[in-house]
């Protein structure tokens, strides 16, 4: 599945949120190409609001290691500035939650039951899953919602591009839960606000994680048709 996508459909299809990369570099000018071409991507007045950080390199090699650091000094995280999912999550919402994290972790081998195992494979997001790059999508303080969901539509059209590219990601809001850390290594002005990290590189196809393709609602659940 590592090879480039020839269509928005086979785009789309291929996509995962792979959990375990290649140690393989990526082309500095590739991604620059895929980040401008996401540039397109619709925005409401055209605020085009987000702001990237993308890291690599030594840059990289040095956030995994303030990462280590931080998750044993601060293993819950500091204070968030948003909530990943509401509190209160309602089924059906929940529901889908929970079968993600049941497959995800069946394939790894991990029970419900061992929550030490759990947290230890977590943890591996803030090594992005040895991807060899990443971004991080920030936003202006003064924006509101609408202006979030543009950062969406950004990001997808970055991970599709990505796919045509060869390339995989995964997205990681998890970072949220380390804005003042992010912040402090990038010298994040005041007024920006962290929105999520995404890891970039190859896929690992032997890793079992990878085997992983997320269930999706029928379309008669989602959709109602009138006058069609």
């Known amino acids: 599945m590592t090879n480039t996508a020839t269509t928005v459909s086979e785009s789309l299809d291929s996509r995962r949120s792979v959990r375990a990369f290649q140690d393989r570099p990526v082309d500095g000018a590739l991604l620059r190409t895929v980040l401008e071409k996401a540039s397109r991507a619709p925005s409401g007045g055209n605020l085009q609001p987000w702001h990237l950080y993308v ?79 990443a971004l991080f999508c920030y936003v202006h303080r003064s924006m509101g919602p609408p202006q979030w969901s543009d950062l ?33 290594f990038f010298q994040a002005p005041d007024e920006w606000m962290l929105f999520t990290g995404m890891a970039i590189g190859y896929r690992d196809e032997s890793a079992d994680v990878n085997r992983l393709r997320t269930q999706r609602a029928r379309l008669d659940d989602i959709a109602e048709f009138h006058g069609l």
């Open 55 to 133: 890291i690599g390199g030594e840059r990289m090699a040095a956030l995994k290691a303030v990462m280590r650091q931080r998750l044993a000094q601060a293993p819950g995280g500091e204070d968030r500035e948003y909530d990943v999912y509401p509190p209160n999550l309602i089924a059906p919402y929940r529901d889908r939650r929970f079968q993600v994290g049941e497959d995800m972790y069946g394939l790894l081998g991990i029970p419900r039951k061992d929550k030490a195992a759990r947290l230890r494979w977590f943890a591996n997001n803030f090594q992005f899953f040895g991807a060899p790059v």
């Open 152 to 184: 969406g539509m950004y990001l997808q059209s970055v991970m599709l591009l990505l796919r045509e590219a060869g390339l995989d990601s995964c997205p990681q809001e998890c970072w949220s839960r380390y804005p003042q850390t992010l912040g402090t």
